[in-house]
């Protein structure tokens, strides 16, 4: 207790140069806290939405694996037959062709996201458990069914118009109950509307929904022996690919935020060194007094310890707010939590913090544990 309150009564002391030392600190593990928290929360998302698609397995052009409904459509009416006879085969309860269409910017408010269907295959096959509000489920050849948090955004109601291209234009003849899922933000439409704005004939993927009984996985690789050129993906090849996808996004935020750690490091290093310097007489006195090179030692390092760990702390709690604030935001936005500050990143965070203080106290608590007795009751 001696020691931790000779570390508070110097921090204090000084309490211009403490106080910006800690918030140099907080910054970066606020910065970091936050990066991260972006990896952690699409995990969660993206666990979450995968359970609400009905769909077990999901055929993509080879190349495309992971890739979901982002790519150009590739599959032609010829492979969507052959993978219909080869379901048939298998006894797979249908084959249900989608495409996906992304229109607007990087705003919420004026972006729509298409995904058609079939004539006849309403919303609640592929997102089980989704119930309309107002309306019918089932759209025309020139309807769209509409999720409730793009409804909400971009204020639409039955019948008003979506307009894909200036010859192509629908209608609202349903919009959904609000679910906490993907299908909130989606617009449900028919092919045929999505493929003339494209100018194709082609499919984005194929949508398997199995019967009752059936292995995925084992109908996926059935399928990939019958049909070269597409590649079979069940949820969980999609949430392999999608967690090492994000382990490589989380190395690249670390190493952004790395830059802000090591000069909060350096700070701490700069305070600690600064406060040797300034009290080389006191630690001369402490050893003529009989007080060890340890002593020392584990004075400085203490002190640089306190710094970083009550700045990492508190980096962790104003990274928490800022998250929640975040998922404020993004819940109302697209209906999914973008942001999430788990236990093993709050572990993480302060762990880093910790290491950032010890790194950044050695070498001052070394030089200070060195200096010579003689030559510090010298200085005056």
């Not at 999901?58 to 459509?73: A, D, K, R, T």
Request: glycine share 10%; net charge positive.
């Amino acid at each position: 207790m001696e020691i931790l309150s000779m570390v508070l009564r110097n921090l204090l002391a000084r309490p211009v140069r403490s106080l910006l030392t800690l918030l140099g600190v907080l910054i970066a593990t606020t910065s970091m806290v936050l990066f991260l928290s972006f990896g952690e929360g699409l995990r969660r998302s993206l666990a979450q939405e995968l359970t609400r698609v009905g769909p077990a397995i999901q055929l993509v052009p080879e190349g495309m694996e992971g890739l979901g409904f982002s790519g150009y459509p590739e599959i032609t009416p010829e492979e969507y037959r052959r993978a219909v006879a080869a379901g048939k085969e298998l006894g797979v309860r249908s084959i249900i062709p989608t495409l996906f269409l992304a229109r607007g910017g990087f705003d919420p408010q004026t972006s729509f996201f298409f995904q058609g269907l079939p004539q006849g295959v309403a919303p609640d096959l592929l997102y089980p458990g989704v119930k309309v509000r107002e309306g019918r489920l089932l759209p025309s050849a020139k309807g769209a069914i509409v999720g409730a948090k793009v409804a909400k955004r971009s204020q639409l109601s039955l019948g008003s118009p979506l307009r894909l291209s200036p010859r192509v234009e629908l209608r609202v003849e349903g919009i959904l109950e609000e679910s906490g899922g993907l299908a909130d933000n989606l617009i449900f439409v028919p092919l045929k509307p999505l493929q003339e704005v494209l100018g194709t004939q082609n499919y984005t993927a194929l949508l398997v929904a199995l019967n009752p009984g059936q292995k995925a996985e084992e109908v996926a690789r059935a399928l990939e022996a019958s049909l070269p050129g597409l590649k079979a993906q069940t949820t969980g090849d999609v949430m392999r690919f999608a967690e090492r996808a994000l382990r490589i996004s989380d190395l690249v935020r670390f190493g952004i935020s790395l830059v802000a750690l090591i000069v909060g490091g350096l700070l701490v290093a700069n305070t600690v060194m600064m406060s040797v310097y300034e009290r080389t007489r006191e630690f001369g006195v402490m050893r003529a007094l009989g007080a060890k090179r340890g002593f020392i030692f584990r004075l400085v390092v203490l002190e640089a310890l306190l710094l970083s760990s009550l700045g990492g702390l508190l980096g962790l709690l104003l990274g928490s707010a800022v998250s929640q604030a975040i998922n404020l935001y993004t819940l109302e936005q697209v209906g999914l939590a973008l942001s999430a500050v788990t236990f093993r990143l709050s572990l993480f965070a302060l762990l880093v913090a910790l290491g950032l203080g010890l790194s950044a106290g050695i070498l001052p608590a070394y030089h200070a544990s060195r200096i010579p007795v003689v030559e510090a009751l010298g200085r005056v």
